[in-house]
């Protein structure tokens, strides 16, 4: 009877750490979010140039040194907010390419929706259903590689269609990522919320960027 007590004891704390872990790493995914969208704009209206943008996001990858290191700590949480305000101040110069497009505001706003649909519907499933995806992250991880190495061929070449292959490549990557990374919080495996954090935030940031692309190819209008 008291090892029973002690195997309930034990559940209930795992159980209580998990819902903490959840509630932390989605207050602080709304947080980054909304500050990454602010950047986003504060840039955008300063009309910054693509040099500055791949000059954030190369400090943003740097930045990334330093969170791994004080994610068990609370100067993380700074470094989260760099990290994903650089992110989103990168984004200001690919804001203003599309809003050029005579239908980019909609495009924008029509990706925006599409991103946010995806997320709380994967998440959510995911939270109802209790579904383990573990399974899934040696294919992630490998059509991440095959994705970035197809990207940076495409710096080289110039293939349009091969551009456009990867961005929905990385719609559906990002999405299992999703799945991935949920499942990993309220099954045990990510206990850290800033790490976790992180994780769904490049899942965000990549799914718009990715299908905001797709938008821009067969939607929009110069």
């Known amino acids: 009877m008291e090892h029973r007590s002690t195997y309930s004891n034990s559940a209930q704390a795992s159980a209580l750490q998990t819902n903490k872990v959840l509630r932390n790493t989605y207050l602080l995914l709304a947080m980054t979010l909304t500050f990454s969208a602010a950047c986003a704009g504060i840039a955008a209206a300063m009309n910054i140039g693509p040099g500055a943008a791949l000059g954030m996001n190369l400090a943003a990858l740097v930045m990334i040194f330093f969170l791994n290191k004080a994610s068990q700590s609370s100067m993380g949480i700074l470094f989260v907010f760099a990290f994903t305000g650089l992110l989103g101040g990168s984004l200001g110069y690919t804001l203003n390419y599309y809003a050029g497009f005579q239908n980019g505001p909609e495009m924008i706003m029509q990706a925006f929706g599409a991103t946010a649909l995806v997320f709380f519907g994967l998440s959510g499933y995911v939270l109802t ?7 899934m992250g040696g294919f992630l991880i490998v059509g991440l590689i095959v994705a970035v190495v197809a990207s940076l061929a495409n710096l080289f070449f110039q293939i349009p269609a091969l551009s456009l292959a990867v961005s929905a490549a990385i719609v559906f990557i990002m999405s299992g990522f999703i799945l991935f990374d949920t499942s990993r919080i309220i099954n045990g495996g990510e206990t850290n919320y800033i790490r976790a954090t992180v994780s769904m935030y490049l899942n965000i940031y990549n799914l718009f960027t990715s299908i905001l692309h ?6 929009g209008d110069d």
């Open 129 to 135: 259903t209790k579904k383990d995806f573990s399974f």
């Open 214 to 219: 797709l938008l821009g190819a067969f939607g």
